[in-house]
């Protein structure tokens, strides 16, 4: 859809849901990519893709209703069914939504020379493949894509924003006998390296072939990022929600001021940053802005949306986010960050976990988890040593936190977070 279009439709849904409702919000999603898919060392599924959606949402005497539509000839039956919804919703706290206000300098999420180029993706692959070459290691999938997207967000109170994004990614999937590696490398810009995510993925797949067991009991660990952001993503996140904390599904609960995690430790929300998920402006319109949850291991606060806000007597800390069009805003994270003193993390010998599978199993509430070690392996003075064949790792995300001895020095994008690797005291390793 032409900008200009996209404009009038935008006026003509606020300017006829503002005579029917107290506040209307219109949310327009535009996105465009190419991407191809290997199957084996087979390139297939190769082709692009388009994607609008508009979200409606309107609030009538504290009542909110929403509906969405991938149609913009359909705005009319959209706004209609959002009204509809907003009658039989029960009433709320509601302070109005937010009049427009000074955004921050734009984050570094957009590559002008970004181009949907069918041939980049070809080329990735291939360079993915080449990287596999320097490990005995069959490949089994992978794949490469490019994508465009803005998203404009409007309401009756004068808020007119817009945002552009790109993002570069790729990856790939390899095995050798019963061991199996996976890498992905991803970017808002092109300069991605593909060989070195296929050398990764067929390192991994190599390395556990000869994997010894590994007796159960307390080790040292290092996360890589990969496995730390699972952890955040489905535990800590979640307790961070305003939502949760005064629903009482939430360990953080009532804890502000307290030391919660490792004294060495500060993570916050930083929209500026170069990520996957920063923005200048969340999914109801308010201004981004860095939030910081914890400093040096003592609670500061949580995220709130403008619903939850009200309900509650706070303040929106810019906070919301939307996967799409569809549906009411959600409290989330636009780009979690891990600071502290940054040091070697696999000098001394740990147990190096890649990735974990079954974080989703995790209570969200208490913290406890039981999760498989996805290509576990000692390191020492840097280098991977024996890889460990299989291992499962229990414990408390909580805890987990409080006991980080070193925070790496390098960062990797991983969905919406910038995150080290960490080295952890004795965990609970269950093995043999």
């Known amino acids: 859809m032409r900008w200009w279009v996209a404009v009038e439709l935008i006026e003509e849904i606020l300017r006829t849901g503002g005579e029917m409702v107290d506040e209307i919000e219109v949310y327009v999603s535009e996105a465009e990519s190419v991407s191809a898919e290997l199957k084996r060392t087979l390139i297939e599924n190769a082709g692009g893709a388009k994607g609008f959606g508009i979200g409606i949402r309107v609030i009538e005497s504290g009542r909110i209703g929403v509906s969405s539509t991938g149609s913009p000839k359909d705005w009319r039956a959209c706004l209609e069914a959002a009204i509809a919804s907003a ?33 980049w993706t070809r080329s990735t692959l291939e360079e993915m493949l080449r990287g596999a070459e320097v490990h005995d290691a069959d490949v089994t999938g992978g794949s490469a894509s490019l994508s465009r997207s803005k998203v404009t967000i409007a309401n009756s109170s004068g808020v007119v924003y817009e945002q552009e994004r790109t993002s570069a990614g790729c990856s790939l999937e390899c095995i050798n006998e019963q061991s199996t590696g996976f890498e992905f490398d991803v970017s808002p810009f092109v300069g991605i390296d593909p060989c070195h995510t296929g050398e990764q ?67 916050y929300d930083d929209p500026s940053r170069c990520g996957l998920s920063s923005t200048r402006f969340d999914a109801e319109g308010v201004p981004a802005r860095r939030i910081v949850f914890f400093e040096n291991g003592v609670l500061q606060g949580y995220a709130y949306d403008l619903r939850t806000a009200y309900r509650y007597g706070q303040e929106s800390t810019g906070s919301a986010v939307r996967s799409g069009p569809g549906g009411a805003p959600a409290i989330g994270v636009h780009t979690l960050v891990i600071d502290g003193a940054r040091d070697t993390v696999d000098d001394e010998p740990a147990v190096y976990v890649h990735d974990i599978v079954g974080a989703h199993t995790a209570n969200p509430l208490t913290g406890d988890f039981s999760v498989e070690l996805s290509n576990p392996s000692w390191v020492e003075d840097g280098a991977f040593t024996l890889p460990v064949r299989s291992a499962m790792l229990a414990g408390n995300v909580f805890e987990l936190l409080g006991a980080v001895a070193a925070i790496g020095k390098e960062e990797r994008l991983v969905g919406g ?12 390793i269950i093995g043999k």
């Not at 009658?87 to 427009?100: I, K």
């Not at 977070?417 to 609970?428: I, M």
């Open 417 to 428: 977070a910038v995150l080290p690797a960490v080295r952890l005291n004795k965990q609970h």
């Open 201 to 267: 993925a067929a390192f991994f797949a190599e390395h556990g072939v000869d994997g010894d067991e590994i007796e159960t009991g307390d080790y040292d660990l290092v996360l890589s990022p990969v496995a730390l952001s699972q952890f955040l993503g489905h535990v800590l996140e979640p307790a961070l929600s305003g939502r949760n904390v005064h629903a009482g599904r939430s360990w953080l609960a009532g804890k502000v001021g307290e030391e919660c995690i490792g004294e060495n430790l500060s993570i």
């Open 87 to 119: 009658r039989l919703a029960h009433p709320q706290e509601w302070g109005g939504l937010p009049a427009p206000a000074s955004l921050p300098d734009a984050p570094p999420i957009f590559d002008p020379s970004l181009s949907l180029d069918p041939d």
